[in-house]
Nanobody, 122 residues
Framework: HVQLVESGGGSAQAGGSLRLSCIAS????????VGWLRQAPGKEREGVAA???????SYADSVKGRFTISQDNAKNTVYLQMNSLKPEDTGTYYC?????????????????WGQGTQVTVS
């Protein structure tokens, strides 16, 4: 049984920082891709960042240079460090993992999802 649990959301001022965490059970991050996606009110869910089994990260253009995805294999935890936050970063953030090898190009490729954590930037 795979379970992903996010934490670390909250409120921040524009220009501030937050760090999200996603701990997995029943799933080994170092062997697979993990992604962070977000959904703003009234908008479609979009990919934010992903890290593959080789530790190679990819980012949406809107967060490049501001967000960093990383993983701690010993803790089976993936992090999303968010700096220089903007109001448009507001949304519910989800971590997700696929069942197939590699990072999906679209959110529909992710099979396992966390419950989401709210980020509000004002």
């Amino acid at each position: 049984h795979v379970q992903l649990v996010e934490s670390g959301g909250g409120s921040a001022q524009a220009g501030g920082s937050l760090r999200l965490s996603c701990i997995a059970s029943g799933y080994t991050y170092r062997e697979n891709c993990v992604g962070w996606l977000r959904q703003a009110p009234g908008k479609e869910r979009e990919g934010v960042a992903a890290i593959d089994s080789d530790g190679i990260a990819s980012y949406a253009d809107s967060v490049k240079g501001r967000f960093t995805i990383s993983q701690d294999n010993a803790k089976n935890t993936v992090y999303l460090q968010m700096n220089s936050l903007k109001p448009e970063d507001t949304g519910t953030y989800y971590c997700a993992a696929p069942t197939v090898y590699g990072c999906p190009a679209h959110q529909s490729g992710y099979t396992y999802w966390g419950q989401g954590t709210q980020v509000t930037v004002s």
